[in-house]
C-alpha cells in the first residue's frame, strides 16, 4: 500500500514537471538601461539627436558602456588568457541545449548559499545525462529580487566588490569543468562566483567555457531540458564579454 502511494507520489510530480512547457520564445536578458548592474563602466546614454534629413527627419543616438553591464556574457577570455574572447566563440556554442537547474528552494534566500555537487547530481539523477553542447542556467531565485537593488545585489552599493549573492562553489564548478557537454553556466545573480572570488571563472574558462550573467530567469517556467537557448553577445574583437541577448526556444 504504501509504495502505490510513493508510485502515486512519483507520478504526481512528473506530471507536475512536465506541465512547465515552452509555447514560444522566452526573453531571459534584461533591457540594457541605466538600471542596469555594472563592474566597470554603466550603461551611459548619449543625447538623442532628432535631425532633418532631405524631405524627412531621423533620430541617432550613442551609448557607452561597460563589457561586463547588465545581462551579460563573459567569454572566456576574461579568466583565461588563451580562451576565446566574445568574437572568437563558436556560433554553435552560442546556440544551445538548455538545462535547468531551480535552486531557489535550497537557496532559501541566502545569499551565502552555495551550489554544491549534489544538486548538479540530483539533476543528473532525475533527467539523465545532460544533452550535448549544453548551456547550464542556474536559478538561486534571486532574479525576483532585480526590481529592489539592494536586495538583488545584497548592498546600496554600485561598487561590485561589496555585492553579496549566493554563487557556484569550487567544488561544483570543478564538477561542472568535468561535464565534456556542457558549453555555458548561467546564472540569476551579478556573478557565477562567491563575491570576491574569480576561482569559478578561472575554472570554467579553463574549459573554454562561456558565462552568462544577470540571467532573468524570474518566468512562469522554465522545463528541466528540452529548448534551446541563444545567447548573442555584441561580437566586439578581442571582447572579454559583451551585453547579450539570451532568449530560450522550445525544441
Ligand atoms: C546560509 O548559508 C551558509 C552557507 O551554507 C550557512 O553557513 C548559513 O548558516 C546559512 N544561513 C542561514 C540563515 O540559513
Ligand atoms: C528594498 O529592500 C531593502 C532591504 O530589504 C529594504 O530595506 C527596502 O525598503 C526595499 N526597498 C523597496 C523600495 O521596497
Ligand atoms: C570598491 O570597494 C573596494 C573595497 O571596498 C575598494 O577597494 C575600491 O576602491 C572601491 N572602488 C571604487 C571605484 O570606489
Ligand atoms: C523555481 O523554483 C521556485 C520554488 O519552487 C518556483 O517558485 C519558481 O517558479 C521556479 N522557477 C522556474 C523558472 O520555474
Known amino acids: 500500500m504504501a509504495s502505490r502511494w510513493l508510485v502515486l507520489t512519483l507520478l ?7 506541465e ?17 548592474p555594472y563592474v566597470t563602466v554603466p550603461f551611459t546614454p548619449g543625447t538623442l539627436q532628432d535631425n532633418p534629413f532631405k524631405n524627412t527627419r531621423y533620430r541617432i543616438n550613442d551609448f557607452c558602456v561597460g563589457e561586463h553591464t547588465g545581462t551579460h556574457l563573459d567569454s572566456p577570455f576574461h579568466f583565461s588568457e588563451n580562451g576565446w574572447s566574445t568574437d572568437q566563440i563558436p556560433l554553435n556554442r552560442l546556440i544551445a541545449n538548455g538545462v535547468f537547474l531551480n535552486v531557489t528552494e535550497q537557496a532559501a534566500g541566502n545569499a551565502s548559499f552555495r551550489l554544491q555537487p549534489s544538486h548538479i547530481d540530483a539533476w543528473v539523477e532525475r533527467h539523465g545525462p545532460f544533452p550535448d553542447n549544453a548551456v547550464l542556467l542556474v536559478s538561486f531565485g534571486w532574479a525576483q529580487r532585480f526590481a529592489n537593488r539592494t536586495l538583488y545585489l545584497g548592498t546600496a552599493s554600485t561598487n561590485f566588490t561589496e555585492f553579496r549573492q549566493p554563487g557556484i562553489s569550487v567544488e561544483a564548478a570543478r564538477r561542472l569543468a568535468n561535464i565534456d557537454q556542457l558549453v555555458g553556466v548561467g546564472v540569476d545573480t551579478a556573478s557565477v562566483d562567491a563575491p570576491g572570488s574569480g576561482d569559478v571563472h578561472v575554472i570554467l574558462a579553463a574549459k573554454n567555457m ?12 522554465l522545463p528541466a531540458k528540452g529548448f534551446k537557448v541563444f545567447s548573442m553577445p555584441v561580437k ?16
Request: with cysteine; aromatic share 2%; hydrophobic share 35%.
Open 12 to 18: 504526481a510530480a512528473v506530471g507536475k514537471a512536465d
Open 20 to 36: 512547465c512547457r515552452l509555447n514560444g520564445p522566452l526573453e531571459l536578458s534584461r533591457t540594457l538601461s541605466t538600471n542596469s
Open 210 to 221: 562561456y558565462n552568462l550573467e544577470h540571467v532573468d530567469l524570474d518566468q512562469p517556467c
Open 236 to 251: 566586439v574583437q578581442g571582447g572579454t564579454g559583451a551585453p547579450a541577448r539570451v532568449i530560450v526556444v522550445p525544441h
